[in-house]
């Protein structure tokens, strides 16, 4: 039960990290270019502050998520090699 939540979890939070992601890289990456550049840097600075303590957030959750959920499925054995990139 433990495994299902925490799957659940990890992939909410990767999911809305991914969403947020493909928001900004098409809706409001290409917009940026349309208006001037001083209302873009005004806006830019604005947003940035809302987004910054939302996309942590959501950057951590899925980080710590995925990892509890490979410590869960592996038993413990691959604790040490969780976060280690593969050759």
């Known amino acids: 039960m433990r495994v299902r939540i925490t799957k659940a979890i990890a992939v909410t939070a990767t999911?809305?990290?991914?969403?947020?992601?493909?928001?900004?890289a098409?809706?409001?990456?290409?917009?940026?270019?349309?208006?001037?550049?001083?209302?873009?840097?005004?806006?830019?600075?604005?947003?940035?502050?809302?987004?910054?303590?939302?996309?942590?957030t959501a950057m951590g959750a899925a980080a710590l998520s995925s990892l509890a959920l490979t410590l869960q499925t592996s038993g413990g054995r691959g604790g040490g090699a969780a976060g280690a990139p593969r050759v």
């Open 26 to 56: 098409v809706n409001l990456g290409p917009t940026f270019w349309k208006v001037p550049v001083d209302m873009r840097l005004s806006f830019h600075a604005e947003l940035m502050k809302m987004n910054s303590p939302v996309m942590l």
């Open 15 to 24: 999911g809305l990290l991914a969403g947020a992601f493909g928001y900004g």
